[in-house]
């Protein structure tokens, strides 16, 4: 069963468990996967609702949305999933099915988690190399894996009884 949410009612929520992680899931033809991220914004842009996602070129995840155009976000209850999140943060899809190895339905969402955000890609940008704040360069981007970000205008928002 599905309750919509405003995404107003929900900063809060998805602020407070990014630094713990969140999933984004992706699917093409078939094939699932998610993967935990730490870093997202949620705002006004295009005069619409939009989350903007971080992927690094290196991820499964970037190769999946690419042909995609869609993710979802799925946010775990507080202190909940910790095993499933560094599962999901450290082994990439490319070689392990996380959902068989983590439990999950096939599904654009996690069923374990409670909270749910669809959106479908309207806009992406690729990092400029050229200007990177230097602490920012020597701290993240050493090997040169730089991020395309995401923007997703968000089609739907709401919570589902499993979680
Ligand atoms: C807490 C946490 C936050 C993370 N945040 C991001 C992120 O925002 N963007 C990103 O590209 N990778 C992030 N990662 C790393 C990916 O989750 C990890 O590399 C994952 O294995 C990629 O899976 P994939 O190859 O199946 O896409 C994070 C990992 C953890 C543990």
């Known amino acids: 069963m599905q309750i919509k ?3 107003e ?3 809060e929520r998805l602020n407070g468990q990014l630094p713990k992680g969140v ?3 992706t699917d093409f033809e078939g094939k699932y996967n998610t993967m935990t991220i730490g870093w997202a914004l949620m705002g006004i842009c295009w005069g619409q609702p939009v989350v903007c996602v971080a992927v690094r070129f290196s991820r499964y995840t970037y ?3 690419e042909q995609s155009g869609k993710f979802t976000l799925s946010i775990p209850k507080s202190g909940a999933m910790t095993k499933e999140l560094s599962l999901c943060g450290s082994r990439s ?3 392990v099915d996380k959902f068989e190895l983590c439990g999950f339905k096939k599904s654009n969402i996690i069923d374990k988690c409670d909270l749910h955000i669809e959106c479908e890609v309207v ?3 690729a990092m400029n190399k050229d200007f990177i704040e230097k602490s920012i360069k020597s701290r993240y981007y050493r090997t040169d894996d730089y991020h395309m970000f995401y923007f997703g205008k968000i089609t739907d928002c709401y ?3 499993e979680g």
């Open 5 to 7: 949410v405003n995404y």
């Open 9 to 11: 009612d929900i900063f």
């Open 23 to 25: 999933f984004l899931n």
């Open 63 to 65: 190769e999946l949305l």
């Open 93 to 95: 899809g490319r070689d």
């Open 123 to 125: 806009q992406k940008t």
């Open 159 to 161: 919570y589902t009884k």
